[in-house]
Structure formats: structure tokens, C-alpha cells
């Protein structure tokens, strides 16, 4: 119960002021912790990845239940104030909200887009940085908004800690290209371990905030993804929209052939972009609905 209801402040709390600039934040702190392991024993073999693994969520696993312990011996109502804050800024809802939509008033689209996604944008047209920011969005959405509540609902703040800890180490080290195809293949597949629920309940949840009749028809698409997960929300967010993402796209300037998810247009549109970003308020809305529900519901037990 405590979970939920720390849960629920850190949702509200990332809703009304997102990250806090005046703190050093905690993701940052991890992906020191990466880069200090990597420039020291890096060798591009899995053992070695292994290790990596290892070290950093060694570290934050002893840190995190550390605070977890020190935090539970003080009131229960500031234990909850505190852990709520400090989980609400693994939560990323708010600052993905904002940042697709800088895409769209931006006069260097390509140069905010950048910052948002790994694929090569150079040669991108508008089409393709529309498509870019809602796939952007409904990966996202899982990645930094289902997953992390996810496990701080179940495992509380040691749970939000260490997921963002196996999230971060993906998105440093868990490329396939010559430097990390085997460095970063245990950190990826950790982190397709740790995705493989919350990334289903994301598409779930896209398609009913889009009052989708077939509510489980993003899977026939989004199996065809190399990620076991990241097809399920684009896909459904595809559906949702009555687009087509996804398509052939450069990474590191090479064209990687990617199949095309949901059956509309292929054209991506401003108005298609708006209205990927209409349900973050449902979302919300749903999200904080749903953890009442379960508190209420715990409680009565």
C-alpha cells in the first residue's frame, strides 16, 4: 500500500513540475557510473559486458535499498514525502510531453529531433521527423513512463531505481554496431527482459485511450520490430492514429530495412504528431485513476 500511494504522489508530482533543474539528476549519476567502468575495462566481449552489468547494478542496487532501509525508520507520512520525490524523478512523462512537442515549434526540427532519437537525421524531411517524434513518444511512453511506475508499485523505490539503472545501460552500451555488439548484449537483453510487460501494457493502454475495437490487434504488427518490445506501443500508437510508422531508416549512416507498422498513410503530419500528444492527459488521468483504485482496493482488504 505504501508503494501505491508513493507511487501516485511521484506521478502527480512529475505531472506538475517535471525535472528539477536545481538537482543533479539521478540518471546522470548512473551514466557516470557507466562511463567510469567502460573507460576503464572496456573490451567489446559479452564477459566483459557482463561485468558491466554487474558493477553498476551492484552499485545502485547498495545504494538504493540503502535509502530504502534509512528511509523506513522515520515517519511513515515523510518516508512516503520523500521516496515519492525522489521516485518522481524517474519518471519521465512530463519531460517526453514536452519534448516532442518542441518538435513542432521549433525552427530547427531536425536539431531538436536529434536530441531525441538515435537514427541519422541529416537527410530527414518533415514526414520523417513527424514519424521519428510520435515513435519517440509511444517507445517513451513505456520506457519512462509504465515501466518505471511498473516497479515502483511492486518493488518501491529500490524497484525505480534499479529499472532506470538497466534502461540507462541500453541506451549507452546496447547498440549493434562494432563497439558494443557484444559489450552491450547483456545490458540489452536484460533491458528487453525488464520492458517485456510494461511495453504490452503501454500498447494496451494506447489502443484504449484510442477506443480501439480490437484492443490486442497491435500484435500482429508489432512482432515484426527486432525489439520483442518496442513494436507493441509504435504499433499502437499506428493503429490509434490511422498511420504507418516505422519504414527504412539510416543509423549511423546505414539504411537499416524496418517493416511498416499499422495500415494507414505513410505521410506523417503535424496534425498526426498533436494528436499522438492529445492522450498525455487521459494517460494521466487513466494512470492516477487506476493507483487510486488500487489503494482503495488494498484497503479494504
Do not use: C, W
Request: avoid cysteine; charged fraction near 20%; proline fraction near 2%.
Amino acid at each position: 500500500m505504501t508503494n501505491i500511494l508513493t507511487a501516485l504522489l511521484a506521478y502527480f508530482i512529475d505531472r506538475l513540475f517535471g525535472e528539477f533543474k536545481f538537482i543533479k539528476h539521478p540518471v546522470i549519476i548512473i551514466g557516470g557510473l557507466i562511463t567510469f567502468f567502460e573507460e576503464r575495462f572496456y573490451k567489446n566481449t559479452v564477459f566483459r559486458g557482463l561485468l558491466l552489468v554487474l558493477f553498476v547494478l551492484g552499485s545502485v542496487s547498495l545504494i538504493s535499498v540503502g535509502i530504502y532501509l534509512y528511509l523506513a525508520q522515520i515517519n511513515i507520512a515523510l518516508n512516503i514525502i520523500i521516496s515519492s520525490f525522489l521516485a518522481s524523478m524517474f519518471l519521465a512523462h512530463r519531460m517526453l510531453y514536452d519534448s516532442v512537442k518542441e518538435v513542432l515549434v521549433s525552427q530547427n526540427k531536425k536539431e531538436v529531433i536529434s536530441m531525441l532519437v538515435s537514427r541519422d537525421t541529416a537527410q530527414m524531411n518533415e514526414s520523417d521527423i513527424y514519424k521519428a517524434s510520435i515513435e519517440t513518444y509511444a517507445e517513451n511512453l513505456s520506457d519512462g513512463v509504465i515501466a518505471p511506475l511498473f516497479y515502483l508499485t511492486l518493488f518501491g523505490l529500490p524497484g525505480i531505481i534499479i529499472y532506470k539503472a538497466v534502461n540507462t545501460m541500453d541506451s549507452m552500451v546496447g547498440y549493434r554496431n562494432k563497439k558494443y555488439e557484444n559489450y552491450g548484449k547483456v545490458a540489452a537483453k536484460l533491458d528487453d527482459i525488464a520492458n517485456y510487460i510494461p511495453a504490452r501494457i503501454t500498447a494496451v493502454l494506447i489502443m484504449f485511450l484510442f477506443k480501439q475495437k480490437d484492443i490486442f490487434s497491435f500484435y500482429k504488427d508489432g512482432q515484426k520490430h527486432d525489439s520483442p518490445n518496442a513494436g507493441y506501443p509504435i504499433t499502437a500508437m499506428a493503429l490509434g492514429l490511422g498511420i504507418s510508422l516505422g519504414g527504412d531508416t539510416y543509423y549511423f549512416g546505414e539504411l537499416k530495412k524496418k517493416p511498416y507498422f499499422g495500415e494507414g498513410t505513410k505521410e506523417i503530419k503535424e496534425a498526426d504528431v498533436k494528436k499522438a500528444l492529445s492522450i498525455r492527459n487521459k494517460t494521466d488521468v487513466t494512470v492516477l485513476t487506476l493507483l487510486t483504485l488500487a489503494f482503495v482496493f488494498i484497503k479494504l482488504l
